[in-house]
């Protein structure tokens, strides 16, 4: 039989076994598809034929020629020297190495090549590709791996809800546990999970071998992992060492994966959802008739009666009691919180590191977000759709120092006071909304020019009814350069630190000094 009968016998046992499906055993068109592996429209284009309609289509099918045909060689020679060529880079070498290439879609590149492949056995390896060794058994006690999950469950109104789960695994007897949560696992609800575990482990492993997963860790150099300031201090609280994983290395902890895998296709199949309490009650049963009492299919031994043996050799668990955290959102280094897709602002200084947090609510469209003191640091109109970026100007300016004070400052900086006062109190009846704006356009303009030129330009815009800081900054910039000695020192307002700071003048060597060393040499 040749290739183009087998494929042609193949179609039309497809056709058959998709007729008797559903004008027989009456099932749904997208049963059907999911049944045979392939897509509902082709289901449904080879229900609207009839047997001779379809004999033709499919002879029509198969002697078409292939939009690539003509670059089949090209292809097979690419093939043929690298193997590991992907389908992307088969393209751009198609469209660098022949002009006329039509315009085709990377999935048509995709399908011509596997059917390359295929028909001339030239399968795609990786010259680095990964060697796998079976490996001993650990000993009882010694290791666990951690994972996270993740999947979505219908509640009864139909509606679904995303929940996530730690899943912990003793190695030795693959005696497992899992914990459920509504919300993305943090430093802090993990290591919650990880005191679940040890108290139904009634024990502590000596090495526990993580991912590189930000809720663990928040920087790697080489080796070097820098742990979360919560997971640090809870590592160094417990007896157990802990091990990180290579980046993109899942198989390090493939015991633990597999487990994640188990959890999605076994207990959370078709699982309807409750709550977060029925749901961690009904896997800790799950767990109890199955996840860990029916027999392994690696070790053909059940996991509790293995962990039986094993638990002697664990560490001793010795509860904590600590407050329970409160979950919040974290802080970016940008001063910014992510909420549903959007990216908000906070104001300058909120951001102290990677365990900084801040507490959301909507309340009337409103996004509140307050501090761990429960104070209201921002509040922001929430955007319709996603991926916006919801900015207070205000947030990146100093609000350490009232614009009170800070008049009061300027002031300071110039002679006339009878005349800068008159300015001052125009300006901010003017631009009342931006009125740190304009201080800080006159500090910088007495700062460059000097107290002399500021009296000059002040005098005139009084003098002129130009009141405004834009203005007394173009009137300064068009006269004459200002000289050294005509720069005034401005202290900056602050805290007492910066006050002092200001004063500081560095250590001068005197010009005798290198006069001596060129004598010298």
């Not at 085709?104 to 796998?132: D, F, G, S």
């Not at 919560?230 to 994966?257: L, Q, T, W």
């Not at 000097?450 to 003098?463: S, Y």
Request: charged content about 30%; glycine content about 4%; hydrophobic content about 35%.
């Amino acid at each position: 039989m040749t290739e183009k009968d087998h494929k042609a016998l193949s179609r039309l046992i497809m056709y058959d076994k998709i007729k008797r499906l559903y004008e027989v055993e009456h099932r749904s068109i997208r049963w059907i598809a999911k049944q045979l592996g392939i897509n509902f429209r082709t289901v449904r284009k080879y229900l609207k034929m009839d047997q001779r309609e379809f004999e033709s289509y499919s002879d029509k099918v198969i002697s078409r020629a292939h939009i690539l045909e003509p670059y089949k060689d090209f292809i097979i020679g690419k093939l043929s020297l690298y193997p590991d060529t992907p389908a992307a880079q088969m393209h751009d070498w198609l469209k660098e190495c022949h002009a006329d290439l039509p315009k085709v879609a990377p999935k048509t590149v995709y399908n011509y090549v596997m059917k390359i492949r295929q028909e001339y056995n030239l399968p795609k390896v990786c010259e680095n590709e990964r060697q796998y060794a079976a490996l001993p058994e650990t000993a009882p006690g010694e290791y666990a791996q951690v994972d996270f999950g993740q999947t979505k469950l219908r509640r009864s109104d139909g509606n679904r809800i995303r929940v996530y789960f730690i899943a912990i695994l003793l190695c030795y007897s693959r005696y497992k546990f899992i914990w459920f949560q509504d919300k993305p696992f943090t430093s802090e609800t993990a290591v919650t999970g990880h005191e679940k575990a040890f108290a139904f482990f009634r024990g502590v492993p000596k090495n526990l071998v993580y991912d590189q997963d930000a809720v663990f860790l928040y920087d790697e150099n080489v080796g070097d992992y820098r742990m979360t300031q919560v997971f640090e201090n809870y590592v160094k609280s417990r007896p157990f060492r802990v091990i990180f994983c290579r980046p993109a290395d899942p198989e390090s902890k493939g015991k633990v994966e597999n487990v994640v895998k188990y959890v999605k296709q076994n207990f959370l199949l078709n699982r309807q959802f409750s709550s977060v309490d029925n749901l961690n009650a009904e896997a800790l049963a799950w767990l109890e008739r199955t996840g860990n009492a029916m027999i392994h299919n690696t070790t053909c031994k059940v996991p509790y009666d293995m962990w039986c043996r094993e638990c002697k050799d664990l560490l001793p668990y010795i509860p904590v009691t600590a407050p329970e955290a409160k979950s919040g959102h974290k802080v970016l280094k940008t001063n910014s919180v992510k909420y549903r897709g959007n990216t908000y602002s906070l104001p300058l200084g909120t951001y102290r590191g990677e365990d900084t947090r801040v507490y959301l609510s909507e309340e009337k469209g409103d996004l509140v977000i307050r501090n761990i003191d429960d104070a209201v640091i921002a509040r922001h109109l929430i955007p319709a759709g996603r991926g916006q970026m919801v900015i207070n100007k205000n947030h990146a300016r100093d609000t350490s120092v009232s614009v009170s004070e800070k008049c009061e400052y300027v002031k300071g900086l110039f002679t006339d006071q009878e005349s800068v006062c008159i300015f001052l109190a125009r300006v901010r009846e003017r631009y009342p909304r931006y009125m740190r704006d304009q201080l800080a356009t006159l500090i910088n303009c007495v700062t460059k020019y000097g107290q002399k030129r500021a009296d000059e330009v002040l005098a005139e815009c009084v003098r002129n009814k130009l009141f405004s800081a834009t203005d007394f900054k173009e009137i300064i910039t068009s006269g004459p350069a200002p000289c050294a000695e005509d720069i005034t020192v401005i202290k900056p307002l602050g805290d007492a630190t910066a006050k002092l700071m200001v004063n500081v003048e560095p250590n001068r060597s005197s010009i005798d000094v290198y006069d001596d060393l060129f004598k010298a040499s």
